[in-house]
C-alpha cells in the first residue's frame, strides 16, 4: 500500500501486529512515525531517499586525515576500525587493511549483521562479531556520540576511530583506503606489502576517472534499484547499471584489471559490490537483468580479486546475505532469507595466464 502526501508514505505494517503499526513518512534523511495510538515520532529514515523516490547516500561527516605531521599521526595499534562484514564501503577498508599487511597496526570490531530500530550494534554471539572492548559501546550511534555529543547525522560503518584522542579520523571508506594504503607503510607486515600501492601516482588520474563512473551507476547504482521508492526512480537506474556493467566487462577483457594490469583501489571498490550480486543485489535489489556469472570477464575478475592471498577473509556471504535480507523490512517485510545462489568463488579463472605481463 502506498500513499503520497508531501513525502511519500508507505504502509508496511502489513505483516505486524495492529499495535505495532506505523506509518513511515519519508523525508531526505528523516521521517515520522505515527503509531496506532496517533502518537507521532521523529526516526532517521531506513534508507535517505529524495522527493522522487531516488536512494541519495549517507553524508559523511568525519573527514579528517592521518599524516605524519598533523593532529592525527601514523601510529601503531593507535588506531582502529569499526567495520559491518556485510557492507560493501567498510570491505573496502579492510581489503586494503589485509593486502597492506596491517593486522597488526590497526584493530578491527565487527558490527551485529543486523541493522535493526537503533542502527548497526556490537553482539558477540554471531560468527566473527565482537562486542566493543575499545569503548564498550553498545552501539555505534554510542561511538558517534563520543565524538561528537548530541550527533544527529547518520550513524554508517565504517569508522576510523582515534583511541588516543578518543574521536573519529574518518568515516569515508574511499579516503579511509587511502590512508591505509599511503600512512602506514612503516607497520606493514611484509616488505611485499609495504611496498604495495594500491593508488599510485603515474595511474590516480585513471583510478579516480574509473571510480567516478563504477561509484554512480555500479556501487551505488545497486543501492538505487533497490531503495527506489518510484518505478520512475528504478527505471532510471537500472539500466545506467547494467550499462556500466557492460563497460566494465569491456575494459576487462582487454586487461587483467580495471586500470591496466596493476591491481589497484579501483579494483578493490569494485570487487565489493560483484561479490554482493548475484548473491544479493540481483534479488533483493531488483538488479536482475543479468547476473555477474553471465558476463564472462566480470565473473573471472570477481574471483580473481576473491582469490587475491587475504582478500577471501575478509568476504562472509552470511553476514551479507543475512544483513539484507532481514535488516531492510521495508523491501522484505517477511524477512525471508533465500537460498541460494550456490556459487564457486575459488574456481580456476585463468586470468592471471590471459593477461601475463
Ligand atoms: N560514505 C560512507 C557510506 C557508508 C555507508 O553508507 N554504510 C552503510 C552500511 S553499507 C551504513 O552504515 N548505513 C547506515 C545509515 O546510513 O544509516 C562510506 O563510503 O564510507
Redesign the pocket.
Known amino acids: 500500500m502506498i500513499a503520497r502526501s508531501s513525502g511519500i508514505l508507505h504502509t508496511i505494517g502489513a505483516s505486524l501486529s495492529t499495535s505495532r503499526r506505523v506509518v513511515y513518512q519519508l523525508t531526505n534523511s528523516h521521517f515520522t512515525t505515527t503509531m496506532s495510538s496517533g502518537q507521532k515520532e521523529e526516526k532517521?529514515a531506513p534508507?535517505?531517499t529524495n522527493e522522487k523516490g531516488e536512494f541519495k547516500?549517507?553524508t559523511?561527516a568525519f573527514r579528517d586525515w592521518i599524516t605524519a605531521d598533523g593532529k592525527f599521526q601514523p601510529e601503531k595499534d593507535r588506531y582502529h576500525l569499526y567495520v559491518?562484514l556485510?557492507?560493501?564501503?567498510?570491505s573496502r577498508t579492510l581489503i586494503a587493511r589485509k593486502l597492506k599487511g596491517l593486522e597488526d597496526a590497526v584493530g578491527i570490531t565487527v558490527v551485529d549483521w543486523l541493522?535493526a530500530d537503533k542502527?548497526?550494534f556490537f553482539s558477540d554471539d554471531k560468527p566473527k562479531t565482537t562486542l566493543d572492548s575499545v569503548n564498550n559501546c553498545k552501539n555505534m550511534r554510542e561511538i558517534y556520540e563520543l565524538a561528537s555529543p548530541g550527533y544527529t547525522g547518520?550513524?554508517?560503518?565504517?569508522v576510523l576511530w582515534d583511541k588516543k584522542i578518543k574521536t573519529i579520523v574518518n568515516?569515508?571508506?574511499?579516503e579511509?583506503m587511502r590512508m591505509l594504503n599511503r600512512e602506514f607503510n612503516a607497520f606493514s607486515a611484509t616488505k611485499d606489502q609495504q611496498e604495495l600501492d594500491l593508488c599510485p601516482a603515474d595511474l590516480l588520474k585513471e583510478i579516480d576517472e574509473v571510480n567516478s563512473w563504477i561509484f554512480d551507476n555500479i556501487n551505488i547504482g545497486v543501492y538505487k534499484c533497490g531503495f527506489a521508492t518510484t518505478q520512475e526512480a528504478y527505471d532510471d537506474a537500472a539500466p545506467k547499471l547494467f550499462a556500466a556493467l557492460d563497460r566494465a566487462e569491456e575494459v576487462l577483457s582487454k586487461s587483467r584489471y580495471l586500470c591496466g594490469n596493476r591491481l589497484t583501489e579501483a579494483d578493490i571498490r569494485l570487487f565489493t559490490t560483484l561479490i554482493r550480486f548475484d548473491t544479493v543485489y540481483a534479488h533483493h535489489f531488483k538488479c536482475n537483468k543479468k547476473r555477474i556469472v553471465d558476463y564472462p570477464n566480470l565473473w573471472g575478475f570477481t574471483r580473481d580479486i576473491f582469490q587475491t592471498p587475504g582478500v577471501s577473509e575478509t568476504v562472509d556471504q552470511e553476514h551479507i546475505q543475512k544483513h539484507y535480507q532481514l535488516s531492510h523490512v521495508h523491501i522484505n517485510p517477511h524477512r525471508i532469507v533465500a537460498i541460494g545462489p550456490d556459487l564457486d568463488f575459488d574456481s580456476p579463472h585463468g586470468r592471471d595466464v590471459k593477461f601475463q605481463k
Do not use: K, L
Open positions: 532517521m534508507v535517505p547516500g549517507a559523511t559491518s556485510a557492507c560493501p564501503w567498510a541493522m542502527g548497526w547518520r550513524v554508517s560503518v565504517p568515516n569515508e571508506s574511499a579511509i
